[in-house]
């Protein structure tokens, strides 16, 4: 296990605009090692914008957004990367990386953040196994030689084959499904499915693993599943999660940090206990105004105080 702590992804004043649409506005909040941080906010907040502008679907308007393999981050590397035109800046084995100058596959290869969507992706056709060899495609093509010794059998093809079919066996006893390695992964039920796709991103080596609604249409049962799985990863591989999630169960269960939007704009950023108690998060989801939300408790402050007299 990794040792946790210090920030890992730093996202900064970052605002993305659609035309006239403002749909995120000078966001800032950050990632700890070995944390679990949940983005959250009702629909329509923009969590899914800043989801897509970490993973490279976007290009923010403004703004920065930097990911560490290493060292974590501090803010005089911070201010000597943003100065400079590069992508990344290596020191030692420890690189930093600058998203929102990187493109989408380079996120993914080279800064190592991994993302699975609220609609599965899973390719349904192929058996469970073979969706867990296909993430550790770019190193299987590398062994290869781009297929040349892939194609004559090399022995080092062979045994970098043998790797990959041990990793996605061991995902497989992870997640209970070892067992229907060979059926099909559009066989599985939903919440199976949600867990196989969980390892696939597991399979591509990242430090930062980005889940977009991960509990959606999950049973209760299938949603401790989910849970028990993330904290593992957080626990044993040392992975640090940032998490879209509607279900407040699963977010108050197992996240260290919250982060919550309304319009684009963040109105609370804490520990699961003070964001729950925040007026204005109970604002935003109730649908009414803090006004309104500090009435209602001084209301039943009183009715207590009544009724204890």
């Known amino acids: 296990m990794e040792q946790r702590g210090g920030t890992i992804l730093a996202v900064e004043h970052l605002t993305m605009r659609f035309g006239g649409l403002l749909a995120v506005q000078d ?3 950050s990632v700890e090692r070995g944390q ?13 914008t800043v989801f897509n502008c970490i993973t490279g679907f976007y290009r923010p308007t403004q703004g920065r957004i930097a990911l560490t393999n290493g060292t974590p ?6 201010d ?4 400079s035109s590069l992508r990344h800046l290596r020191e030692g084995t420890n690189e930093v990386f600058l998203l929102e100058r990187m493109a989408g596959h380079e996120i993914t290869a080279k800064a190592h953040v991994a993302r699975t969507f609220q609609n599965i992706r899973l390719f349904s056709g192929m058996t469970c196994l073979e ?13 290869s030689g781009y297929s040349v010794l892939g194609l004559i059998g090399a022995p080092s093809w062979r045994a970098a084959e043998a790797r990959s079919i041990e990793r996605a066996s061991a995902w497989l006893e992870r997640i209970g499904l070892i067992g229907r ?3 099909p992964a559009g066989d599985l039920p939903y919440g199976d499915q949600r867990r196989l796709e969980i390892a696939r991103a597991m399979l591509t080596d990242p430090v930062l693993l980005c889940l977009d ?5 999950l049973n ?7 849970s028990a799985l993330l904290r593992t990863i957080r626990d044993a591989d040392g992975v640090s999660i940032l998490l879209i999630e509607h279900d407040m169960s699963v977010v108050m269960e197992i996240s260290d940090h919250i982060v919550v939007l309304e319009y684009g704009l963040k109105i609370s950023d804490g520990s699961p206990e003070s964001v729950r108690d925040d007026p204005k998060v109970i604002a935003a989801y109730l649908g009414v105004d803090d006004a309104e939300v500090a009435g209602a408790e001084a209301e039943l402050d009183a009715t207590v105080a009544g009724r204890s007299t």
Not at 131 to 143: E, G, I, S
């Open 27 to 29: 966001l800032s909040f």
């Open 36 to 48: 679990i941080t949940a983005l959250i906010g009702p629909n329509g907040a923009g969590k899914t």
């Open 73 to 78: 981050l501090s803010r005089p590397l911070l």
């Open 80 to 83: 000597r990367l943003t100065g």
């Open 131 to 143: 969706n867990l060899l296909v993430a550790q495609h770019n190193a299987l093509t590398r062994a």
């Open 181 to 183: 390695a060979d059926d």
């Open 213 to 217: 609604e991960p509990a959606a249409g």
């Open 220 to 226: 209760p049962r299938e949603s401790a599943a989910l």
